[in-house]
């Protein structure tokens, strides 16, 4: 099979719109991906259309548009799928609540969640949000993110602690990420609720970067250091059977 090179222009248009911080003119894109101006806006329009671009009428200057959102929608609604039947194996290997956390913006979602299999259990709620940063979730996608997404986000919320009983200072919280990425897995205790327990690690799609969290929550009173350092490699276990599954490779991922 041979590509067809207008549908491979205009996804090289549409990723270089949707990966840049700022609204992007005609002759930058046309520069960026080295295609010419008129076959550059007769494929931006056909993107805008089908409401994958969006151009401001005054500035003509080109973002996302919501069909980018529809999309996001579907990969997630597919991420939830493939990560079900992993989090239901760690749910009855550790007992407790498991959840899967996405990034979105400045927060954090939670987009699947399953019961613990005790009465005493901390249940996220599906579509609850949080601060990017927040507890255990928050440092594994903090620590992986790029270093200067990271320090924007840092400098535009201050760290704002969500519990007020919890203060977060910034370069204790710098060198937990660094943890983070060495043992591969997070751990907080009463970060976001009083009283519960939480372990997170990563998942990773086929290009190695972080796109969702798996996150296993409990009681303080149960969830214990000692427990948790039991529970630990099966959390990351968890984490990359679904990142084997979205097409992420440690081997290609180290080499990169």
Known sequence: MIPVRAVERAISILFMVAGSDEPLGLTEISRGTKIDKATALRLLFTL???DLVRRDPKSRRYTVGPGVWRLTSAWRSDLRSVSLRHLEALRQATEESVSLVCPRGLDRVVVLALDA?????????????VPIYAGASGRVIMAYMPEEERNKIIEMTRLKPVNPHKIIDKQSFLKSLEAVRHHGY??????VTLGSTALAAPVFDA??????????????????????????????????AISRDIGFSPQEAKSA
Request: one cysteine or more; charged letters at 20%.
């Open 186 to 191: 997070a751990t907080s205790i009463g970060e």
């Open 117 to 129: 299999l005790h009465e005493l259990c901390i249940v996220p709620s599906v579509g609850s949000a």
């Open 48 to 50: 805008e259309e089908a």
């Open 207 to 240: 290009t190695g970067s972080l796109v969702a969290v798996v996150s296993l929550r409990g009681p303080e009173i149960r969830l214990t250091p000692e427990r948790m350092t039991q529970m630990a490699p099966l959390v990351v276990e968890a984490g990359m």
